[in-house]
């Protein structure tokens, strides 16, 4: 596959690249493949443009080439370069973290909602549950400087993943991050607990795209025979942790929301919003109050 990159002008190789992932049926093929070519060049999209002209070295076809390679197999673009942004922050990926998504930023916009209503919190503790790459907890630190936050997860590797971007991003003074099953080692109180748990019903995960069921790990996918084991977990125990008035939010999968918010009430949490819903429309962030007694 090299030698369809080999000689080519960066414009041209971008157009050949574009034509292969489009023949191979890949969804936004033209943008995954600038994607790719500005990785290999380390140019974004103004020095594309600058640089059009200018000829691939065989080096950088070989990679390019590369990149196409396992681009058409069906690995994501983010798992091949090992980053993905998120809330306009980059973060490092490994193999037992999802790839961050737009639709989990609608869980950190309620966070924001929610805790900007209560100005008293001061400095607020923030929990997220099956942290990952750590890019909710992250993002949210982010936002509210005085901030400080846990992370949990059952994977070494992720912890590590996402100590590395705490790092990165300049954080890592505001966060740690323990090993445990969602909050079973956590003591309270925190104002704000969050969590994109594992939602997809075991049954389905078969059926999901190449690229999230070939390439996301299967821990942070399967939410047992109905999707819900997770959040029958970590709902009890996030409202043990919660101050008086704190705020638990989690993601949903399409047709979820309702039966969280039933799982969040036996919890003895007050429902007091309708879940925030992403771009496309499907109620995306579900939460619920711990209220004072």
């Excluded at 000829?55 to 673009?77: C, N, S, Y």
């Excluded at 007091?272 to 109050?289: N, T």
Aim: aromatic share 4%.
């Amino acid at each position: 596959m090299s030698n369809s990159f080999s000689g080519q002008s960066l414009e041209s190789a971008r157009r050949v690249l574009a034509a292969q992932l489009r023949s191979g049926a890949i969804e936004e093929a033209e943008l995954d493949a600038r994607i790719l070519i500005g990785a290999v060049l380390r140019l974004d999209l103004t020095g594309l443009i600058a640089h059009a002209a200018r000829p691939l070295t065989d080096a950088e076809a070989i990679q390019l080439a590369q990149h196409a390679e396992r681009r058409l197999a069906g690995e994501p673009v983010a798992r091949i370069l090992g980053t993905r942004e998120f809330w306009g922050l980059p973060f490092l990926l490994s193999e037992a973290t999802l790839v961050p998504r737009p639709d989990t930023e609608t869980v950190v916009e309620l966070a924001l909602e929610m805790f900007r209503e209560r100005k008293e919190m001061q400095p607020p503790r923030i929990a997220d549950i099956g942290t990952g790459s750590g890019a909710i907890l992250l993002a949210l630190l982010h936002e509210i400087p005085d901030a400080f936050g846990v992370g949990t997860d059952l994977s070494l590797t992720a912890l590590g993943t996402a100590r590395h971007n705490a790092r990165a991003l300049g954080l890592a003074g505001r966060a740690s991050f323990v090993a445990c099953s969602y909050a079973s080692a956590l003591r309270g109180p925190f104002d704000l607990i969050v969590s994109n748990p594992p939602y997809i019903p075991s049954a389905e995960i078969p059926t999901l795209s190449i690229e999230v069921r070939e390439h996301d790990p299967h821990l942070a996918l399967d939410g047992g025979n109905d999707g819900y084991d997770a959040y029958r977990a970590l709902i009890p125990q996030a409202g043990e942790r919660l101050a008086p008035g704190g705020a638990l939010i989690v993601e949903a999968g399409q047709g979820q929301a309702g039966n969280i918010e039933t799982l969040m009430a036996a919890a003895g949490l007050k429902v007091d919003r309708p879940p925030k819903a992403d771009l496309a429309g499907i109620p995306r962030a579900v939460s619920a109050r711990k209220m004072p007694p």
